[in-house]
């Protein structure tokens, strides 16, 4: 039979060398249909493309299931599969995910809920983890579904062709994926404390509530810090125009640079990815010339996006939506300090208070040129820019590790399953 027909993968343990079956996920599972009629599970559970299924109370910080329904709702035991329809990012088709909070819960008559049987639970979770699977949904979910919800029948659903090897592959292909689950877990975990670290130099560094110096200080530094608006430290200037510049106008090689707001990554200028113009093509405005130093900032979009930059050996000028901020005198001030009080939620703390239509949709120069910036003695500017800056390269080092770590997980879920 067709569903049967052997199949390799791509990638494979060196022991193992069986062809691999084709089973229909009606073979290898049931759907539950368990009601909660006597409220014996109180604990409503949520299935999030992100995170797995999870306490509904976790995800959303509050209860959305209504009490007097939970008779209604399916019991979701330890190790039972949950389909999903609705549809996201990081989800397309809707997730398909594992209960393994260790415990049971009850879930909405949404969702799809099956038990799996003569098959590694571990092994199904990783496959469900792949895009193999999206293919069949896309080929027979029903047209006309809401644009936010994946339709699929559940006659159609259980036909789902699933690969298996045996037993003792699954296992050993389950283990190996998880073992690379936790991996990248744990460098996200370590991620999340160095954000948290810097995020908790900037509240301890920098002085707060009118104060004159900070909580927490480099030892041989005791003066007080001085305030000045940004407009007496720096030159702020922006481009009016060219907001609406067409594909066709932009040249793949040209007189200038011209950066947007999307050109910025971890803080700097990604120079592979900006548009040239001709010089003579537009008239360029010298006071809004990108020199390296400059600090660049955005102020539509993304409001408050912050660059540094560093390695320009070309010219260089803005589309409207950023602001050109240079230092106006680097003897006094040290522009990796100016730089790091800029990119940290210092400055749309500030601008959000500032608006008087609730959150700021737009970062106006009014705003910048009033905007506090405290300033101790350019030796301990140095010296604070040097800490923040060595925090942001090993943060950037680690959050490149991670994608390293994703991108292989993802290489390997697409060539160790048929």
Known sequence: MKD??????????????????????????????????????????????????????????????????????????DGDFVYNPRISNFAPVGPIKRNTLGRTGVMSPLYYIFRAHNVDGMYLEKYFSSTKWHRFM??????????????????????????????????????????????????????????????????????????????????????????????????????????????????????????????????????????????????????????NGSILITKDGTLGKVALVQGLNMPATLNAGVFNVKIKDPGTIDVDYVYQYLAAPFLMKYANAKSTGGTIKHLNQNILIDFPVPLPRKREQVKLAELLNGLDNTITLQQRKLEKLQKLKKGYLQKMFC
Not at 13 to 24: A, L, V
Not at 51 to 65: L, N, P, T, V
Not at 192 to 209: R, S, T, V
């Open 138 to 291: 896309e080929l027979n979910g029903d047209t006309g579904a809401r644009a936010d919800r994946f339709a699929i029948k559940d006659k159609d659903f259980v036909q789902m062709p699933i690969p298996l090897p045996n037993l003792e592959e699954q296992s050993k292909i389950a283990r190996f994926l998880e073992n690379v689950d936790n991996l990248i877990a744990a460098n996200q975990r370590k991620l999340d404390l160095l954000k948290e670290q810097k995020k908790g130099y900037l509240q301890k560094m920098f002085p707060k509530n009118g104060t004159k110096v900070p909580e927490l200080r480099f030892a041989g530094f005791a003066d007080a810090w001085e305030q000045r608006k940004l407009s007496d430290i720096a030159t702020l200037n922006a481009r009016i125009g060219w907001q609406n510049l067409r594909a066709s106008e932009f040249l793949e090689s040209g007189d200038y640079m011209l950066i947007t707001g999307t050109n910025f990554h971890d803080g700097t200028v990604d120079y592979s990815t900006v548009h040239y113009v001709e010089k003579n093509r537009y008239e360029q405005d010298t006071k809004i010339q990108v020199e």
């Open 4 to 77: 049967n027909q052997a199949k390799y993968p791509q990638l494979r343990f060196k022991c193992f060398t069986d062809p691999w079956e084709q089973r229909k996920l009606t073979d290898i599972s049931e759907k539950v249909t368990e009601k909660n009629s006597d409220n014996e599970f109180s604990e409503t559970l949520t299935n999030s493309a992100e995170y797995g299924i999870i306490s509904q109370r976790d995800f959303f910080d509050k209860d959305i299931s209504n009490e007097k329904n939970l008779n209604t709702y399916y019991v979701v035991r």
